[in-house]
């Protein structure tokens, strides 16, 4: 059973940085899947960040690029986002996801970190 453990959220003030971490455990070909970064605010929908694919091509909300970074260590099974110059509106519930498709779909969730940006 995959488990994926985000760890780094906090409260922050405007223009700080943090960097989560996400440490996956309990499967395996971690560098084959796409690791990813969402978010989900309250009273908002979920939405995608910051993705990495296996290849290593990254992608990010159009609101973070410039600020935020994804990366992916492989021999930890770990992916992080750091986030820098950070703002009110980042705000928000940061969940880590795994995604493969092969023969069968795969995607896994964190527990999700919380990110609060106040001063």
């Known amino acids: 059973q995959v488990q994926l453990v985000e760890s780094g959220g906090g409260l922050v003030q405007p223009g700080g940085s943090l960097r989560l971490s996400c440490a996956a455990s309990?499967?395996?070909?971690?560098?084959?899947?796409?690791m990813a970064w969402y978010r989900q605010a309250p009273g908002r929908e979920r939405e995608l960040v910051a993705d990495v694919t296996s290849g290593g091509d990254s992608d990010y909300l159009e609101s973070v690029k410039g600020r935020f970074t994804i990366s992916r260590d492989n021999a930890k099974n770990t992916v992080y986002l750091q986030m820098n110059s950070l703002k009110p509106e980042d705000t928000a519930v940061y969940y880590c996801?795994?995604?493969?498709?092969?023969?069968?779909?795969?995607?896994?969730w964190g527990q999700g970190t919380q990110v609060t940006v106040s001063s």
């Open positions: 309990g499967g395996n070909a971690f560098s084959l899947y796409t």
């Open positions: 996801n795994m995604f493969r498709v092969s023969v069968m779909t795969f995607n896994y």
